[in-house]
């Protein structure tokens, strides 16, 4: 069955990087889309940004364009996302998704990272 | 930035319809999906290409659209789909996700 597994949450000082981590198993990950989706706490879910199956292409919410960098290594079935300047605002509960062409039919458990002085 | 606006909370009765609304700019002219979320776990698509349901998801989902709204109905609701509601659609390259709707089965 579809297994992603985010890591690589944590607390994290503003200013501060960080690199999540989905492990995905039991479908073939080179041929899929994924996604990062997050939540802030209590808030509703925000887009963060879609890798094209093999990372050729990229798309980010705009308010993330410039300090996060999606990317994957299809060899390591891993997808990740590299948070830089990382500020109070940005603390959420972060999922990864696969994009099944018109829609994310799979998400993980979320990790969540938290921005704090 | 592109906008997709849901009424923030919808009460519904046991065994009776719940209707979630998303409304955005020429939405008509796009794909929306639905996700609907419970306390503590992880989104789940339950509506796709406006109308379509994923395998697994109950038959008393159904999407819909006209003009610029999107509805998200559930006939014959059970207490089992309390949940948080998202609609979602593509603007641009960006995927872009409703404000929630959380719908209270009383």
């Known amino acids: 069955q579809v297994q992603l597994v985010e890591s690589g949450g944590g607390v994290v000082h503003p200013g501060r990087s960080l690199r999540l981590s989905c492990a995905a198993s039991?479908?073939?990950?080179?041929?899929?889309?994924m996604h990062w989706v997050r939540q802030a706490p209590g808030k509703g879910l925000e887009w963060v940004a879609l890798?094209?199956?093999?990372?050729?292409?990229?798309y980010y919410a705009d308010s993330m364009k410039g300090r996060f960098t999606i990317s994957r290594d299809n060899s390591k079935n891993t997808l990740y996302l590299q948070m830089n300047s990382l500020r109070v605002e940005d603390t959420a509960v972060y999922y990864c998704a696969r994009e099944d062409g018109s829609g994310a039919n799979h998400w993980g458990q979320g990790t969540l990272v938290t921005v704090s002085s | 930035s592109y906008e997709l606006t849901q009424p923030p909370s919808v009460s519904v009765s046991p065994g009776q319809t719940a209707s979630i609304t998303c409304s955005g700019d020429?939405?008509?002219?796009?794909?929306a999906c639905w996700y609907q979320q419970k306390p503590g776990q992880s989104p789940v698509l339950v509506i796709f290409?406006?109308?379509k349901r994923p395998s697994g998801i109950p038959e008393r989902f159904s999407g819909s659209t006209s003009g610029n709204t999107a509805t998200l109905t559930i006939s014959g609701t059970q207490a089992m789909d309390e949940a948080d509601y998202y609609c979602q659609a593509w603007d641009r390259g960006t995927a872009v996700f409703g404000t929630g709707t959380k719908v209270t089965v009383l």
């Open positions: 039991g479908f073939t990950f080179s041929s899929y889309a």
């Open positions: 020429k939405l008509g002219d796009k794909y």
């Open positions: 890798i094209s199956y093999d990372g050729t292409n990229k």
């Open positions: 290409q406006d109308s």
